[in-house]
């Protein structure tokens, strides 16, 4: 088993020059110039055709092609004549969108990637008796992908309701249409004071010898912190810490969505029965969407086929619609429960693989082929399944996760599964590109993806209108040691860094959201300083520290805290690091961690 990287503090095994001051991000192959004017043709929602390519060189290499990633050119259309589009559905007719009603707000947290261990223990001192949670609306974070092929209305089971094929339907009436996702408020985010402390601790399970166990989800309100456990998801107080609620779920959880609606609803995926031991495992397959401030189950449902029930991988909340997806497909439900209304033909060679969210809008992402090595991106209509617009993504990519709905912000692994570059898109076609760099020691500016954890698995990123923020690369500072980094601000119009804010020596930091025009920030502690939660002005870089997080508890942050990959949640003055896989440790003392103001 590879060992974790260096604690913070610690000295560093080698390290790297900063990002240049003058322009940290390097253009890369394919590094957008001006687009060339769009062919006519294509219709509303209809993806374009790139022309067959010429013999790819590559990646990285120069050539006179189209820069990687950007459209290449389309069919022309002679003029007045209509573009080639499939035949019309019966009842699947597209319709342009509708104005949606109005649809229930969302709080989203930072996406909660798995841990595979590896982690160091700590003796957390000072902890209060029993675990108490701490409320929290969750904002989003920036992940998400999507994917949608063509609508069709078919019949089935009671009533009619669509499903998704690989035709080109454009996307219909109901929700899903354009603007940004409701951000927080500071009063709901910022704590009483500075001064903070351990507020509670979720006590690591038991877990059989040999096993490993998938704990995959954590919600909050104001009242209750939900986390995943065995076989149940245990909600706590954040007021006294007392478990108020166990919801057993009758298998392990396997997936949760990244938000919880303005009135305490939260969906997860739950695996069908119970595993007997470290050699069973049971497919995820149930879909459960339940109250976080109550504890109640309000339903539970699954996609039988003619052998099997539909498998998924993930799940997330789009206006009043829950969609559960995977590599064998996905099904869309009723926030208030009830049959799917829409879902993926399992005959179509086409899968919309995953899924991702701000609330309002919804991305999707599609593979095609028998190696699914056709990949596209596209805005869907979470209320009907319908396509606003696609993006082919280059031959050669390896991976897509989003880093925002809406901006549409993607970031790909051209030849490998880690991130080498991010796509700003717009109406389906390319906007500008950054490139991360395709060195050894990994991206440039790592947004903290997972790729085994979906779309919206990336916790480092922020977005606010036309400006994307980002780590840096961890790199030695002006310290004899300890590693520091920076934030820097990226102009998505033109893929340009525009501004860098500094972590200081022997810190790092990264961006958690963008709140009330400030960059929300994360400093990471060391083995003896517990970390803070800062406001930064984007404009004159002014720092303002919201929480400092005790010194006394700063292993046990630490050991949570290892890698890009990490769990944070920043809401209601509340910040809490949780894993969600558990195994046979019992030197282990808590799986979730919440941090506050003593004077709450």
Not at 4 to 27: A, H, K, L, R, T
Not at 70 to 75: F, K
Not at 365 to 391: H, N, R
Not at 541 to 548: G, Q
Request: with cysteine; proline share 12%.
């Amino acid at each position: 088993m590879s060992q974790p990287p260096p604690p913070p503090g610690q000295p560093p095994s080698g390290g790297f020059g900063p990002p240049p001051s003058e322009d940290p991000q390097q253009p890369g192959y394919g590094y957008p110039q001006t687009p060339p004017p769009p062919a006519p043709g294509g219709g509303f929602g209809a993806p374009p055709e790139p022309a067959p390519p010429e013999q790819q060189p590559e990646y990285g290499y120069p050539s006179q092609q189209q820069p990687y990633g950007y459209p290449q050119p389309q069919p022309q259309v002679p003029p007045g004549q209509p573009p080639h589009t499939p035949a019309p559905q019966p009842y699947g007719q597209p319709q342009q969108p509708q104005q949606s009603q109005q649809q229930p707000q969302y709080s989203y947290p930072q996406p909660v990637p798995p841990h595979s261990g590896g982690y160091p223990q700590a003796q957390v001192p000072g902890l209060p008796d029993g675990p108490a949670a701490a409320a929290q609306k969750l904002v989003p974070v920036w992940a998400v992908i999507a994917a949608v092929l063509a609508i069709v209305l078919v019949a089935g089971g009671t009533g009619w309701f669509l499903v998704r094929d690989d035709g080109g339907a454009q996307a219909g009436g109901g929700g899903g249409g354009g603007g940004d996702g409701k951000e927080k408020s500071v009063s709901q985010s910022k704590p009483a004071s500075t001064d903070g402390e351990l507020l509670f601790g979720v006590p690591y399970p038991e877990v059989e010898a040999d096993q490993t166990a998938t704990v995959d989800g954590q919600w909050a309100t104001e009242k209750i912190y939900a986390k995943a456990d065995l076989n149940a998801v245990r909600g706590y107080d954040t007021g006294t810490g007392k478990e108020t609620w166990e919801l057993p779920t009758d298998g392990l959880v396997c997936g949760g969505s990244r938000a919880v609606t303005d009135d305490g609803k939260a969906a997860m995926l739950v695996e069908d029965g119970k595993v007997s031991g470290a050699d069973d495992f049971r497919p995820c397959t149930e879909i459960v969407v339940f109250d976080v401030n109550s504890g109640d189950e309000l339903w539970r449902n699954h996609v039988p086929t003619a052998d099997e029930n539909v498998k998924f991988d993930h799940v997330t909340i789009a206006g009043d619609t829950v969609i559960a997806s995977g590599l064998s497909g996905s099904a869309a439900f009723p926030l208030s429960g009830g049959d799917p209304v829409w879902k993926t033909k399992t005959t179509t060679e086409c899968k919309d693989h995953d899924y991702a969210s701000d609330g309002t809008n919804l991305l999707g992402l599609v593979f095609c082929g028998s190696l699914q090595e056709d990949m596209k991106v596209q805005k869907v209509d979470p209320a009907t399944g319908g396509i606003y617009w696609s993006y082919d993504v280059p031959d050669g990519v390896q991976s897509v996760q989003v880093l925002s709905v809406e901006p549409p912000v993607i970031t790909i692994g051209a030849g490998k599964t880690t991130e080498t570059d991010i796509f700003a898109l717009e109406g389906g076609k390319l906007r500008s590109k950054i490139s991360l760099g395709t060195e050894t020691e990994g991206p440039r500016y790592p947004p903290g993806c997972d790729y085994s954890d979906g779309a919206e698995s990336c916790t480092s990123v922020a977005v606010d209108g036309d400006t994307m923020y980002l780590p840096s690369r961890e790199h030695q500072g002006k310290s004899e040691y300890g590693d520091t980094n920076e934030i820097v601000a990226f102009d998505l119009g033109t893929g340009k860094p525009t501004k860098k804010y500094d972590a200081g020596e022997r810190r790092t930091m990264v961006p958690l959201r963008v709140e009330d025009g400030k960059i929300i920030a994360y400093r990471r502690g060391t083995y003896d300083t517990g970390g803070e939660i800062l406001a930064i002005n984007p404009k004159s870089a002014k720092e303002e520290v919201w929480l400092e997080l005790p010194n006394g508890t700063a292993e046990a942050e630490a050991s949570f805290t290892y890698g890009d990959q990490v769990p944070y949640i920043f809401e209601h003055g509340r910040f809490y690091l949780a894993k969600d896989l558990v195994s046979d440790r019992p030197d282990e003392e808590y799986m979730a961690l919440a941090f506050g103001s003593k004077d709450e």
